[in-house]
């Protein structure tokens, strides 16, 4: 699976938006880009994923770039229960990595009132 | 999406000793995993539990110490053996239903090794 960069942390203001960044500029052809987070002392929790196009739904925001060498995971307003810690992975979701997730570091997320 | 339940929610053991954790699905699903994530690090796959045979293990975790059993589609366990204070840690059990590429997650069950 491609290896992933993301900010170790990031801040964000309540009811602004928060743009966590994800570098993937080894992703192959086939490969999806998911997020995932994780609240303290919870499992995580899926939140979009996508190939090549824009995704939105009803919790985020997912843009990637023409080249998919790097993509933003955009929480249109942020509140103070989305601080987490918020893992980008890139996958195939197929074949023998069916279902596997590979987790780097994330980006801790805090949102400040 | 899919309830689980891990029980227990946490445990303190004795080093030398063995825990099972059990995974409980509401639904039917096609493919659970077992995670660990140790004290301040990331999560990382210990193995996939398959229905009525060994599990297949990542690189670095070998069945006698995480012996892992999956009778049926909503349930498996998830031993941890031979406990060392470096087994600490949470140990996760997650599931995909369906052809959905979509993971869901337990609470975890957080273990302590004394």
């Known amino acids: 699976d491609a290896k992933t960069t993301q900010p170790t942390s990031m801040d964000c203001a309540e009811g602004r938006a928060a743009n966590l960044p994800c570098n993937h500029s080894t992703i192959s052809g086939n490969e999806y880009v998911y997020w995932y987070r994780q609240i303290h002392s919870q499992g995580p929790q899926y939140i979009i994923h996508?190939?090549?196009n824009n995704e939105t739904n009803e919790m985020a925001s997912l843009i990637i770039t023409e080249d998919r060498k790097s993509s933003t995971l955009i929480l249109p307003h942020a509140t103070l229960r989305d601080t987490a810690v918020y893992y980008c992975i890139v996958c195939w979701p197929g074949g023998t990595s069916y279902g596997k997730l590979t987790f780097g570091q994330g980006t801790i997320l805090t949102v400040h009132p | 999406s899919a309830v689980i339940s891990q029980k227990p929610s946490r445990d303190i053991c004795q080093r030398g000793t063995s825990l099972t954790i059990q995974c409980q699905v509401d639904?039917?699903?096609?493919?659970m995993f077992w995670y660990r994530q140790q004290p301040g690090q990331s999560l990382t796959l210990i193995a996939t539990a398959n229905q009525g045979s060994e599990a297949t293990y990542e690189s670095g975790f070998v069945i006698d110490k995480f012996p892992i059993s999956r009778p049926n589609l909503t349930f498996s366990t998830l031993t941890v053996s031979n406990m060392s204070p470096e087994d600490s840690s949470i140990y996760l059990c997650?599931?995909?239903?369906?052809?959905?590429?979509?993971?869901?997650f337990g609470q975890g069950t957080r273990l302590t090794v004394v």
């Open positions: 639904s039917q699903v096609t493919m």
């Open positions: 996508g190939l090549k």
């Open positions: 997650s599931v995909i239903q369906g052809y959905s590429t979509e993971a869901f």
